[in-house]
Protein backbone atom coordinates (compact mmCIF):
# COMPACT_ATOMS: atom_id res chain seq x y z
CA UNK A 1 0.00 0.00 0.00
CA UNK A 2 1.03 3.57 -1.20
CA UNK A 3 -0.39 6.27 0.82
CA UNK A 4 -0.18 10.35 1.09
CA UNK A 5 1.80 11.07 4.61
CA UNK A 6 1.25 14.86 5.30
CA UNK A 7 1.79 17.22 2.50
CA UNK A 8 5.18 15.95 0.96
CA UNK A 9 5.57 12.31 1.73
CA UNK A 10 3.95 8.93 1.01
CA UNK A 11 4.53 6.26 3.45
CA UNK A 12 5.19 2.61 1.75
CA UNK A 13 3.78 -0.41 3.32
CA UNK A 14 6.82 -3.29 3.06
CA UNK A 15 5.44 -5.95 5.58
CA UNK A 16 8.92 -6.12 6.95
CA UNK A 17 11.94 -4.57 7.99
CA UNK A 18 14.06 -6.88 4.93
CA UNK A 19 11.47 -5.53 1.97
CA UNK A 20 11.64 -1.98 3.47
CA UNK A 21 15.61 -2.28 3.63
CA UNK A 22 16.02 -3.41 0.04
CA UNK A 23 13.16 -0.84 -1.66
CA UNK A 24 15.50 1.93 -0.11
CA UNK A 25 18.43 0.59 -1.72
CA UNK A 26 17.11 0.43 -4.99
CA UNK A 27 15.51 3.39 -4.82
CA UNK A 28 18.80 4.87 -3.86
CA UNK A 29 20.52 2.92 -6.75
CA UNK A 30 17.90 4.11 -9.34
CA UNK A 31 16.76 7.72 -8.39
CA UNK A 32 13.60 9.07 -9.06
CA UNK A 33 12.89 12.49 -9.65
CA UNK A 34 11.33 14.47 -6.97
CA UNK A 35 12.06 12.17 -4.20
CA UNK A 36 14.28 14.14 -1.82
CA UNK A 37 14.62 10.66 1.06
CA UNK A 38 14.26 8.07 2.15
CA UNK A 39 13.29 6.57 6.10
CA UNK A 40 12.92 2.92 6.33
CA UNK A 41 11.02 2.02 9.22
CA UNK A 42 9.95 -1.49 10.80
CA UNK A 43 7.71 -2.50 7.91
CA UNK A 44 7.49 0.93 6.12
CA UNK A 45 9.25 3.35 3.60
CA UNK A 46 8.42 6.85 4.13
CA UNK A 47 9.53 8.62 0.95
CA UNK A 48 10.15 12.47 1.19
CA UNK A 49 9.17 14.47 -1.90
CA UNK A 50 10.32 17.80 -2.93
CA UNK A 51 7.63 19.89 -2.12
CA UNK A 52 7.52 22.03 -5.16
CA UNK A 53 8.56 19.89 -7.96
CA UNK A 54 7.20 16.31 -7.40
CA UNK A 55 4.94 14.67 -9.53
CA UNK A 56 3.38 12.54 -7.17
CA UNK A 57 1.25 10.84 -9.03
CA UNK A 58 4.47 9.77 -11.57
CA UNK A 59 6.53 8.49 -8.15
CA UNK A 60 3.40 6.93 -6.87
CA UNK A 61 3.44 4.99 -10.21
CA UNK A 62 7.68 4.39 -9.62
CA UNK A 63 7.24 3.19 -6.22
CA UNK A 64 4.25 0.44 -6.84
CA UNK A 65 6.51 -1.19 -10.06
CA UNK A 66 9.58 -1.39 -7.62
CA UNK A 67 7.33 -3.30 -4.79
CA UNK A 68 5.80 -5.52 -7.76
CA UNK A 69 9.47 -6.35 -8.15
CA UNK A 70 11.04 -6.29 -4.81
CA UNK A 71 12.10 -10.06 -2.73
CA UNK A 72 12.48 -10.61 0.64
CA UNK A 73 16.15 -10.26 0.86
CA UNK A 74 17.88 -6.92 2.24
CA UNK A 75 21.03 -5.65 1.06
CA UNK A 76 23.99 -6.65 2.72
CA UNK A 77 24.85 -4.76 5.69
CA UNK A 78 27.97 -3.68 7.37
CA UNK A 79 29.32 -5.95 9.97
CA UNK A 80 29.56 -4.01 13.85
CA UNK A 81 31.25 -5.08 17.26
CA UNK A 82 29.75 -3.09 19.90
CA UNK A 83 31.61 -4.03 23.33
CA UNK A 84 29.78 -3.71 26.36
CA UNK A 85 30.33 -3.85 29.73
CA UNK A 86 27.68 -6.13 31.39
CA UNK A 87 26.02 -5.91 34.54
CA UNK A 88 27.00 -3.98 38.06
CA UNK A 89 26.61 -0.49 37.32
CA UNK A 90 26.77 -0.77 33.81
CA UNK A 91 23.55 -3.42 33.66
CA UNK A 92 21.38 -3.05 36.65
CA UNK A 93 19.07 -4.90 34.94
CA UNK A 94 21.13 -7.88 34.35
CA UNK A 95 19.84 -9.67 37.42
CA UNK A 96 15.73 -9.22 37.06
CA UNK A 97 16.35 -10.51 33.42
CA UNK A 98 18.26 -13.73 34.38
CA UNK A 99 15.37 -14.03 37.04
CA UNK A 100 12.53 -13.90 34.59
CA UNK A 101 14.03 -15.91 31.60
CA UNK A 102 15.33 -18.76 33.90
CA UNK A 103 18.73 -18.16 33.24
CA UNK A 104 21.98 -17.51 34.89
CA UNK A 105 23.59 -13.89 34.81
CA UNK A 106 26.30 -16.23 32.53
CA UNK A 107 23.73 -17.66 30.20
CA UNK A 108 21.78 -13.98 29.46
CA UNK A 109 25.34 -12.45 28.65
CA UNK A 110 26.23 -15.44 26.23
CA UNK A 111 23.35 -15.55 24.57
CA UNK A 112 22.94 -11.70 23.94
CA UNK A 113 26.49 -11.49 22.62
CA UNK A 114 25.73 -14.61 20.42
CA UNK A 115 23.13 -13.43 18.51
CA UNK A 116 23.75 -11.42 15.37
CA UNK A 117 21.58 -8.80 15.17
CA UNK A 118 20.25 -6.65 11.85
CA UNK A 119 19.44 -3.02 12.09
CA UNK A 120 15.78 -3.03 11.48
CA UNK A 121 15.38 1.00 11.16
CA UNK A 122 16.60 3.73 13.35
CA UNK A 123 14.11 6.22 15.34
CA UNK A 124 13.48 7.54 18.98
CA UNK A 125 16.20 9.65 19.13
CA UNK A 126 19.19 10.12 16.71
CA UNK A 127 21.52 7.43 16.96
CA UNK A 128 18.66 4.95 18.42
CA UNK A 129 18.94 1.42 16.45
CA UNK A 130 16.50 -0.80 16.69
CA UNK A 131 18.04 -4.44 16.57
CA UNK A 132 16.51 -7.66 16.04
CA UNK A 133 15.62 -10.61 16.27
CA UNK A 134 16.46 -11.26 19.49
CA UNK A 135 16.68 -15.32 20.38
CA UNK A 136 13.69 -16.29 22.26
CA UNK A 137 15.16 -17.11 25.29
CA UNK A 138 15.75 -13.66 25.92
CA UNK A 139 12.84 -11.84 25.52
CA UNK A 140 11.26 -9.59 28.63
CA UNK A 141 9.04 -7.16 28.79
CA UNK A 142 9.65 -3.32 29.22
CA UNK A 143 9.95 -2.40 32.38
CA UNK A 144 6.73 -0.97 34.32
CA UNK A 145 7.65 2.13 35.31
CA UNK A 146 10.08 3.65 32.49
CA UNK A 147 13.62 5.80 33.73
CA UNK A 148 13.64 9.42 33.75
CA UNK A 149 17.11 9.18 32.34
CA UNK A 150 18.79 6.02 30.86
CA UNK A 151 23.17 7.11 30.95
CA UNK A 152 24.38 7.09 27.50
CA UNK A 153 25.43 3.83 25.95
CA UNK A 154 23.11 1.44 27.83
CA UNK A 155 22.50 -1.47 26.35
CA UNK A 156 18.99 -2.70 26.79
CA UNK A 157 16.56 -5.25 25.38
CA UNK A 158 12.31 -5.17 25.29
CA UNK A 159 10.76 -8.11 23.79
CA UNK A 160 12.60 -9.33 20.58
CA UNK A 161 14.67 -6.18 20.51
CA UNK A 162 18.04 -5.00 21.83
CA UNK A 163 18.83 -1.28 21.39
CA UNK A 164 21.89 1.24 22.67
CA UNK A 165 21.02 4.54 23.98
CA UNK A 166 22.98 6.81 22.06
CA UNK A 167 22.57 10.08 24.77
CA UNK A 168 21.01 10.05 28.55
CA UNK A 169 17.38 9.47 27.95
CA UNK A 170 14.02 8.33 29.67
CA UNK A 171 13.35 4.89 28.79
CA UNK A 172 11.92 1.16 30.11
CA UNK A 173 13.78 -0.89 28.37
CA UNK A 174 16.00 -3.34 29.89
CA UNK A 175 19.76 -2.36 30.62
CA UNK A 176 22.40 -5.36 30.45
CA UNK A 177 25.08 -3.30 29.80
CA UNK A 178 27.24 -0.37 28.48
CA UNK A 179 29.17 0.45 25.41
CA UNK A 180 31.84 2.66 25.47
CA UNK A 181 31.89 4.05 22.10
CA UNK A 182 30.17 6.99 20.40
CA UNK A 183 27.08 5.73 18.30
CA UNK A 184 25.76 9.76 16.81
CA UNK A 185 28.11 12.55 15.91
CA UNK A 186 26.28 15.50 13.08
CA UNK A 187 29.60 16.00 12.05
CA UNK A 188 30.30 12.29 10.98
CA UNK A 189 28.75 11.13 7.48
CA UNK A 190 26.56 9.20 8.44
CA UNK A 191 25.60 10.89 11.99
CA UNK A 192 24.67 7.44 13.25
CA UNK A 193 27.33 4.64 13.43
CA UNK A 194 24.64 2.12 13.18
CA UNK A 195 22.35 2.24 10.30
CA UNK A 196 19.12 0.18 8.81
CA UNK A 197 20.51 -3.00 7.35
CA UNK A 198 23.84 -3.06 9.65
CA UNK A 199 24.64 -6.71 11.28
CA UNK A 200 25.58 -6.03 14.97
CA UNK A 201 27.30 -8.53 17.64
CA UNK A 202 28.13 -7.52 21.25
CA UNK A 203 31.61 -8.25 22.40
CA UNK A 204 31.65 -8.69 25.99
CA UNK A 205 34.71 -6.65 28.04
CA UNK A 206 35.89 -6.05 31.52
CA UNK A 207 35.07 -2.63 33.09
CA UNK A 208 38.83 -2.31 33.27
CA UNK A 209 39.15 -1.94 29.36
CA UNK A 210 36.55 0.98 29.12
CA UNK A 211 38.73 3.97 28.59
CA UNK A 212 40.72 1.91 25.69
CA UNK A 213 37.85 0.87 23.99
CA UNK A 214 35.96 4.90 24.58
CA UNK A 215 34.93 7.38 21.93
CA UNK A 216 34.48 6.67 18.11
CA UNK A 217 35.16 3.51 16.31
CA UNK A 218 37.15 3.69 14.04
CA UNK A 219 35.24 2.16 11.22
CA UNK A 220 32.63 4.70 11.31
CA UNK A 221 32.20 5.41 8.01
CA UNK A 222 33.78 2.07 6.41
Known amino acids: MIAPFGEAALLVETGTPERGQALAARLRAEPVAGVEALVPGLSTVLVELDS????????????????????ETAPAGRRRTIPVVYGGEAGPDLASVAELCGLSEAEVIDLHSAAELRVLFDGFAPGFA?????PDELRVPRLDTPRTRTPVGSVGIAGPLSGIYPAALPGGWRIVGRTPIALFDPRRDPPAYLVPGDVVRFEPIAAGEWEARAGAPDDWAA
Open 52 to 71: LGADTAAIRTHLAEHLERLT
Open 130 to 134: YLGNL
